[in-house]
């Protein structure tokens, strides 16, 4: 007969095997891959170069955000953001576009993926979703990612994520990714994955339940999880956008949340270690929205950012040598009251040209293309 103390013991042998196929002794991951933290050479042209495009019709769905990049090996842009009545709704589809650089115009948007085909292909229901996160590998394949929720707001989200063999035209059945073995919830992303050796990524995410803070996924080449380290011991920070600065140092940059200062706020890490450090302000100002960092041809760190304390009416640029101080470069979008500039994606491109997507008043998606000798002229 099995007393108390005996189903004690087993459940916790149970629990102990569960949390060691989740979460295996930590080894340091494999280094950041050369392309994440020195960008491919290229000849600097003294003309500036601006141009700017929608990527999608107005009130064609009324309601759009969270838009992503990727740069395929070919050069080919390719966006991907989601749509609906609203954000949350059940009719709120995930839309891709691809960028014609020869004829400098997007593809009319399509659906990749929208709630009920969701559902189907997980076999599960689905509420809503929303962030995608598209990203181009090596070795050609696109990965989408996104939110899916079943019960309850934001908080309890999971990850589903769907890939495609032919640069993002016809996508597999979508697939949960596992991050936790208890219910698998409150894992959001929003920032771009990291490329590592050994084909792995690391993929910054977030959890939202009770406490807001940064986690990063370490994922194989088939997107199954190896490990899962936390970014932020203090909590309220979210949207962590990771920027590599050598083959095993980087650096991180969050979205304040809750009673946070008002800043953008940073911190780094040592994958040797696998540790991050404490969180720091900056002395960019960040309203509670979203932040994306990249390092720029001259290796100094370049934001896109809502450059106020209290309200996403501007969008702006700005440079940094440590990720700390930050001079800014550049208004994008300089708005009134009501207005909203938010979400930015930013990426390197070819010939030292750099994409920013971003939400444009929740209407459209807007796509710019810059180059660094426009980013030097505006400094």
């Known amino acids: 007969m099995l007393t108390r103390l005996n189903i004690l013991y087993i459940t916790s042998l149970v629990c102990a095997g569960v949390l060691a196929y989740f979460y295996p002794p930590l080894s340091a991951p494999p280094p950041f891959a050369e392309s994440e933290y020195s960008p491919a050479p290229f000849t600097q042209t003294q003309t500036p170069v601006f141009e700017q495009y929608f990527l999608n019709p107005i009130d064609d769905p009324p309601s759009v955000h969270a838009g992503s990049l990727t740069m395929l090996p070919d050069g080919e842009i390719i966006a991907a953001w989601f749509g609906g009545s609203r954000e949350g709704a059940a009719d709120v589809a995930i839309y891709t576009a691809r960028y014609d650089a020869e004829q400098q115009e997007w593809s009319t948007p399509v659906v990749i993926t929208d709630r009920l085909r969701t559902s189907r292909e997980l076999g599960r229901y689905i509420r809503k979703l929303g962030n995608p996160v598209i990203y181009a590998d090596r070795q050609g394949r696109v990965w989408l990612y996104y939110v899916t929720v079943s019960v309850g707001g934001w908080a309890g989200s999971s990850i589903t994520v769907k890939v495609s063999d032919n640069g993002g035209r016809r996508w597999s059945e979508a697939e949960r990714l596992i991050t936790s073995p208890f219910l698998n919830v409150s894992t959001l992303v929003k920032g771009s994955p990291i490329a590592l050796q050994d084909d792995q990524l690391l993929l910054p995410v977030y959890h939202e339940m009770i ?169």
Do not use: C
């Open 211 to 379: 406490n807001k803070f940064g986690e990063v996924l370490q994922l194989d080449s088939k997107n199954r999880l190896i490990a899962k380290y936390r970014m932020t011991h203090q909590p309220q920070a979210i949207q962590p956008w990771i920027v590599p600065q050598s083959p095993t140092r980087a650096s991180a940059f969050y979205r304040r949340a809750g009673d946070a200062p008002p800043r953008v706020l940073v911190n780094q890490s040592n994958l040797s270690s696998k540790y991050w450090n404490e969180l720091s302000p900056s002395d960019a100002p960040n309203p509670g929205a979203a932040v994306s960092v990249i390092r720029d041809h001259s290796g100094r760190y370049l934001m896109a950012y809502n450059p106020q304390e209290s309200n996403r009416t501007q969008l702006a640029l700005a440079r940094s040598l440590d990720g700390l101080h930050w001079e800014k470069l550049k208004d994008l979008e300089l708005g009134e009251d009501g207005d909203e500039f938010s979400y930015p994606y930013l990426i390197r491109g070819q010939g030292g040209r750099y994409h920013l997507i971003y939400t444009w008043q929740r209407k459209r998606m807007r796509h710019l293309i810059f180059n660094q000798a426009w980013l030097e002229a505006a400094s």
